[in-house]
């Protein structure tokens, strides 16, 4: 086992810790950080994946970004921002579509090729081109729906609105 | 050169996928809705970007041009659903989803 493939079992783990613990702790302010942690985690994962591009975008969108908007909707809806989450029971049925759903993944892990081939490594410059490129204005397009859902967030939000 | 094995980052990604059902279908705090969708979505974006740095050139440039777009997609729908939060807060005085019933019959 070489050095990337225990740093990949490494981050995988702490993936997969982070995301449940998240969503299983009662403290919100908690999952916050655990959150942070997770896309922090992931953003590692591409710098692995020779993605350093998206990696940055990971950090900056998501352990940035998102968080902040997250720990924002939890100080505005709340009084004392570390009041606990009232309990919910986890749910045989809701545990079982999970398991299901993860068993038929795994289980479709055989239909691909198990001989990894070589990492392709982009430069920044040609992703940029493929985002306005020949495949259609990919940017373009998050552009105006990232302005569509302002425009939707603001209309939701606005004073005297019931 | 680095060759990480597809079945790793398929069980990763499935069990994110997983983990975040799974979120969606327990909890009943719209925050923590949130983040199962996000946790959901970034197993999505995971796969994108293996299969891209594993790809040809052209499809693999493809793969990731659709995971930064996926990932300004994520970035909207918080922001809408932070507003939709604020809403649901200004109406009912909580954000718990079990408490918006105003569409049941």
């Known amino acids: 086992m070489n050095l990337e493939e225990l740093a990949f079992l490494a981050l995988a ?7 449940v613990a998240a969503l299983l702790v009662r403290e919100l302010v908690h999952t916050i950080l655990l959150v942070s942690v997770f896309f922090v985690d992931l953003s590692a994962i591409y710098f692995l994946l020779e993605a350093p591009f998206l990696g940055v975008l990971q ?4 352990a940035g970004a998102v968080t902040i908007l997250l720990l924002f909707g ?18 045989p049925v809701p545990l079982a579509l999970a398991a299901v759903t993860f068993i038929f993944l795994v289980a479709s892990v055989g239909e691909f090729p198990s001989s990894p081939s070589t990492l392709q490594t982009y430069a920044p410059a040609l992703l940029s081109a493929q985002l306005f490129g020949p495949d259609g204005p990919w940017l373009l397009l998050l552009g105006v729906i990232m302005l569509g859902g302002v425009a939707g967030a603001i209309y939701l939000v606005r004073e005297g609105r019931e | 050169m680095t060759s990480l094995p597809v079945e790793w980052f398929l069980v990763l990604s499935g069990g994110l996928l997983a983990v975040g059902i799974f979120g969606l279908l327990t909890r009943r705090n719209f925050i923590l809705i949130l983040i199962a969708v996000e946790v959901a979505m970034n197993a999505t974006i995971l796969n ?20 930064v777009v996926l990932i300004g997609f994520a970035a909207t729908e918080v922001a809408v659903g932070l507003a939709i939060v604020l809403a649901l807060n200004r ?3 909580t954000i718990n989803v079990a408490q918006a019933t105003e569409l049941r019959e």
């Open chain 1, 74 to 91: 939890i100080m505005v809806t709340r009084k004392r921002i570390f009041s606990r989450d009232a309990a919910t029971g986890l749910g």
């Open chain 2, 48 to 67: 994108f970007v293996y299969f891209a740095a594993f790809a040809p050139t052209s499809a693999g440039l493809s793969g990731q041009a659709i995971a």
């Open chain 2, 91 to 93: 109406v009912k005085g």
């Open chain 1, 13 to 19: 783990i702490v993936a997969l810790v982070t995301a």
């Open chain 1, 59 to 62: 950090l900056g969108v998501y």
